[in-house]
């Protein structure tokens, strides 16, 4: 199956708290999972990638969480900061012949000051 | 210099009318992407040309068709619009067609159809 399925919606969080966004993912042949993260008026941007060969990659504020077994991914946002209210997208490496990119439908983040 | 740009950033035009979307990288890039975004904010991939060469072409009316000139360019044209074209649509480039490469994307274009 060709589907990513992204949570929540939406998501509200103070100040200084942990975003949390998950997806999963049924294809095992998925094999490189990156995050987007979209301003308003502007395209999305690349923020994190990890591949299912380790479990958790780190980059600042930022990090992954990989759960090959459940064939779930997460970003987790530390100290979460009112610049990063954006619309995140979670992605995957579709495994047919063209190797596009599958997308999750998206979490808008608003972080209350 | 902006790595993907698109011309024009608004165009709001009546049904019916045929329209066209320019897009250019300077990235240096073989892989293009045109994308459709709706107001729930889902992006879906319309095409992708490697090299000049069409790879992708998702299930989108025939009233759209896309043109790639040179590697550094993709425009998208729609014949006969229709309301529910109404959408913003992204231009994307990435270093190739592997899907490992990171996708650059352009500012978009909000296409309101009246």
């Known amino acids: 199956q060709q589907q990513v399925k992204q949570s929540p919606q939406s998501l509200i969080v103070q100040k200084g708290g942990i975003s949390i966004i998950n997806c999963a993912y049924e294809n095992t042949a998925f094999d490189y999972f990156p995050w987007y993260q979209q301003f308003p008026g502007k395209g999305p941007a690349l923020l994190i990638a990890i591949r299912p060969d380790v479990s958790e990659k780190k980059e600042g504020r930022f990090t992954i969480s990989f759960n090959k077994s459940a064939k779930q991914f997460s970003l987790h946002i530390m100290d979460s900061q009112p610049g990063d209210s954006a619309t995140y997208f979670c992605a995957a490496r579709g495994a047919d012949s063209n190797y596009q990119l599958i997308w999750g439908a998206g979490t808008k983040l608003i972080i209350k000051p | 210099d902006t790595a993907v740009s698109q011309t024009p950033k608004y165009l709001v035009t009546q049904m019916g009318n045929d329209k066209s979307i320019k897009c250019e990288q300077n990235?240096?890039?073989?892989?293009m992407y045109w994308y459709k975004q709706d107001s729930k904010k889902f992006l879906k991939i319309m095409f992708s040309?490697?090299?000049?060469?069409?790879?992708i072409n998702e299930t989108v009316p025939n009233r759209f068709s896309p043109k790639s000139p040179d590697k550094a360019h993709l425009n998208l044209h729609i014949n006969s619009l229709e309301l529910g074209d109404s959408a913003v649509y992204f231009c994307?480039?990435?270093?190739?067609?592997?899907?490992?490469?990171?996708?650059?994307f352009g500012q978009g274009t909000r296409l309101t159809v009246v």
């Open positions: 040309y490697n090299n000049k060469e069409l790879i």
């Open positions: 994307a480039s990435s270093q190739d067609s592997t899907g490992y490469a990171e996708a650059f």
């Open positions: 990235l240096g890039h073989d892989t």
